[in-house]
């Protein structure tokens, strides 16, 4: 690898965004971290006080947090699943997207794997799972696939960001040190290189069956039950979809806002957001299908308890929300995508955000109801959320911002190596690829 | 071993509410605060559940029948638990290990009948009721799940009474706060497995049901119906 410090470098705006910060982001990290630590404090009140401090009651004995656990965990398949995917189908196009994507898995698996300790009664007693823990239990499935999914894909993040750190290293400035031991002296050499592309094709492969093991663990904690509207065998494709659908709005919201931010349009093209809009439309129809197809059979089965669910979420008291998560997840997305003239940059945003307040909708649609209709005609309350639920939400999401602030300021952004690397080989892999594929010209068969 | 059960005959009941009562106080069941309750976190091992109402209006009158767990022989509740804070005895009694639970309420979404409680917050009452308390149970700490445990501190001490005693355990040493305060005699109970005793005898009725007996939980607490009269 040459010593480019001094030297200008043709990706220099990708480098920008570590050297350079603007008063913008103190603010932004200031505001930020007011919330995240207004959050903090209503949960060690919640911790002193007890779990009553939430607006969960009888029956509803789980809300926000759980809600919260599912969609958090279902935004991170945005990330290591996506780029691992087309990083196996060899879309050049992903080159400038998979390292945000496994950025969003990073932080956002920290975040959703705290929800459930948030949720605990008894957080003090969390070892208990270490010392006595039942693997009959579902929630014993999920946690071991949440810890092995996070180790996998945070390995995957580091793997390729390997290149990138050396560049930072050879640069000189500040966190040398650090940028030196997370290098692990890598020169660049045709050995190095060989060897990290073998790490990175095992782990991308590994990463796949892990990613979707772990959504569907999350969907067997409620199938498992005998709740009405829980126990369905469409709930573990269900949630994976469901996941890789809010994952792909996080990622293209994420890529629209630093490519506003930090001038990345040179890297983000137009093309880019097409492709991701299209695959956002193929998961909103793919979405539609299971949604429909749930609760057609749900409704034509008509068995009493799990119509009390039903009518709950279509007519009762849960159906503004109900209706919202059909258009948010559904038209909104239909329209906005399958349409060109809508299908810009800002036409796909408005999608991306519609889809990630609908899979948030979605979430509580599925915890909220069950629960507040169970099998025995209990008189049953309302679920309000209290402030420290929301405010905690809130406080997730901040720290959300908060860690890919962070991140941006100690790494780049978008895979610098894989870009030069891009620029150099692409075109020439990709047609020596093509013509492959191609029947050769005026071959004629004897 | 034996294999305790419950029947409680719904043309006895009266619904005067007093095993509901003598539950509260036997165990130590936590009186809520009025605004806890209005949020429905009312706490009750034992409890009525409202299933229909009889007459044509205006003389209609609710149909309750008295609920409490019914001690599954197939628990969904244990099976789901992460810590086996809640798991069945041999005896067939569904216990809960109130040190280990970690309070992540699992159990409670997975119980068909609703029948479990949640301390929301720490038991909130005056000192002076405090030596009222039933010094055979432990108060429950804030953010665990209980549950009715079919007294089962009551066959502790009748075990031990019976030991002392130089004799086994004969039906009726052993007998839960609900089924003795019963003033109807609506409530019987004992061991299933042996064919002599009262219960076992009264489980053979016609009017017997469980409550949602299609979902193969096998409660042991039987009903006797009311409308055969």
């Known amino acids: ?446 | 071993m034996p294999r305790y059960g419950m029947v409680i005959d719904l043309n006895k009941c009266t619904e005067c509410e007093a095993c509901i009562t003598a539950c509260k106080l036997e165990n130590n069941v936590q009186i809520v605060s009025k605004e806890n309750a209005d949020m429905g976190r009312t706490m009750y091992w034992m409890k009525m559940l409202s299933t229909d109402v009889e007459g044509v209006y205006p003389d209609v009158r609710p149909v309750n029948i008295p609920m409490l767990c019914f001690q599954c022989d197939e628990p969904p509740c244990t099976k789901v638990c992460p810590v086996r804070a809640t798991y069945k005895r041999e005896d067939g009694i569904v216990a809960q290990i109130y040190p280990q639970c970690i309070g992540c309420r699992y159990c409670m979404a997975n119980c068909p009948y609703t029948v479990k409680s949640f301390n929301w917050f720490k038991d909130e009452q005056k000192v002076e009721n405090e030596k009222c308390n039933n010094i055979d149970v432990s108060v429950r700490p804030k953010g665990v799940v209980e549950k009715c445990t079919f007294c089962i501190h009551r066959l502790q001490k009748a075990k031990e009474k019976a030991k002392s005693e130089h004799r086994k355990l004969q039906e009726g040493d052993y007998v839960p706060a609900c089924a003795e305060v019963c003033a109807a005699h609506a409530i019987y109970f004992g061991d299933l497995d042996d064919p002599e005793s009262e219960v076992s005898k009264v489980k053979h009725d016609y009017r017997k049901f469980t409550l949602q007996e299609e979902l193969g939980t096998k409660p042991k607490v039987y009903y006797l119906s009311a409308k055969a009269e």
């Not at chain 1, 040459?2 to 043709?10: A, F, K, L, V």
């Not at chain 1, 949440?146 to 996998?152: D, E, L, N, Q």
């Not at chain 1, 990463?207 to 409620?222: D, R």
């Not at chain 1, 193929?282 to 609760?295: H, I, K, P, R």
Request: aromatic share 14%.
């Open chain 1, 1 to 446: 690898m040459m010593n480019n410090h001094q030297i200008i470098d043709e990706d220099e705006v990708l480098f920008k965004p570590i050297y350079q910060t603007g008063s913008g982001f103190y603010f932004l990290a200031a505001a930020l971290f007011t919330v995240l630590l207004f959050g903090v404090i209503m949960y060690i009140r919640q911790f002193i006080y007890g779990l009553g401090m939430t607006g969960m009651n009888e029956p509803v004995t789980w809300g926000f947090y759980i809600i919260s656990f599912v969609f958090f965990i279902g935004i991170s398949h945005a990330g290591t699943l996506i780029s691992a995917i087309l990083r196996l189908s060899k879309a050049e196009w992903r080159r400038p997207i998979t390292r945000m994507a496994e950025v969003i898995t990073g932080i956002v698996l920290l975040i959703g794997g705290l929800h459930p300790i948030i949720d605990l009664g008894r957080p003090d007693r969390i070892l208990h799972i270490f010392e006595r823990g039942r693997l009959q239990s579902p929630l014993l499935w999920d946690m071991t696939s949440i810890t092995a999914y996070f180790t996998a894909s945070t390995i995957y993040l580091y793997l390729p960001l390997i290149p990138d750190i050396a560049l930072l290293r050879d640069r000189g400035g500040r966190f040398n040190k650090l940028y030196q031991i997370l290098s692990w002296g890598y020169e660049g050499t045709e050995r190095q290189k060989h060897v990290l592309e073998r790490a990175i094709n095992i782990l991308m492969i590994m990463v796949i069956p892990i990613a979707i093991s772990v959504h569907t663990v999350i969907s067997w904690i409620f199938s498992m039950t005998l709740q009405p509207g829980w126990h369905s065998t469409i709930f573990g494709p269900y949630f994976v979809v469901g996941a890789i659908f809010s994952g792909i709005a996080a990622l293209i919201i994420v890529m629209i806002v630093f490519r506003k931010v930090f001038h990345f349009e040179d890297y983000l093209k137009k093309i880019h957001f097409t492709y991701l809009g299209t695959l956002l439309l193929v998961m909103s129809l793919l979405w539609f299908y299971f949604t429909f197809a749930e609760y057609l059979t749900t409704y034509y089965g008509h068995e009493p308890t799990e119509m009390r669910v039903f009518l709950y979420k279509f007519t009762g008291g849960y159906s503004p929300f109900f209706w919202l998560m059909v258009i948010c997840n559904f038209i909104i997305p239909l329209v906005f995508l399958s349409n060109k003239k809508l299908k810009t940059i800002p036409g796909i945003l408005i999608a991306s955000i519609a889809v990630v307040i609908g899979m948030w909708l979605e979430r509580l649609i599925i915890v909220i109801p069950s629960l507040a209709n169970p099998r025995l005609p209990f008189p049953t309350g309302i679920y309000v959320p209290s402030l420290t639920e929301i405010s905690l939400l809130a406080a997730a999401t901040a720290a959300f911002i908060l860690g890919f602030m962070g991140f941006s300021k100690l790494f780049p952004l978008i895979s610098i190596w894989e870009i030069k690397e891009g620029r150099e080989e692409s075109v020439h892999v990709v047609s020596e690829r093509l013509n492959e594929y191609l029947p050769s010209k005026g071959h004629i068969r004897k």
